[in-house]
């Protein structure tokens, strides 16, 4: 996630949170995300894992899970003690994600036919 918050920023050495609101469940999580970004002062980058289990969550390591559907997120700086500046709001929507435990493999090439017709003549 690629943000341009510094602007807004007014903490020195911020940590950053990200609220996520749940519309369909009407919850709110809030997720510790690092800034990344080689140049901080001209954007800020954010990674954050969505799993696609619950037990897998670790909200203070980016790792979240989220329902499938439209969430609102609010991202704020937070300087340790008592100050919270909110920087971003927006809109995210989450897919249903694919997991797979294992793959498979098969030599034999999938066979399919598709017939049509067409005829220009009038009974």
Request: net charge negative.
């Amino acid at each position: 996630m690629y943000l341009t918050i510094s602007e807004m920023n007014t903490i020195n050495n911020p940590i950053y949170y990200i609220d996520i609101e749940d519309e369909t469940v009407n919850t709110t999580k809030r997720v510790t995300i690092l800034d990344t970004s080689l140049y901080a002062n001209r954007y800020n980058q954010f990674q954050i894992e969505v799993t696609a289990t619950y037990s897998y969550e670790s909200l203070t390591q980016s790792i979240v899970y989220l329902n499938e559907g439209k969430h609102n997120y609010n991202v704020y700086t937070f300087d340790g003690t008592a100050s919270y500046v909110l920087c971003e709001t927006g809109i995210l929507q989450v897919n249903k994600l694919h997991t797979s435990t294992y793959s498979t493999y098969s030599d034999t090439i999938p066979m399919s036919s598709t017939y049509s017709s067409y005829s220009d003549r009038m009974n």
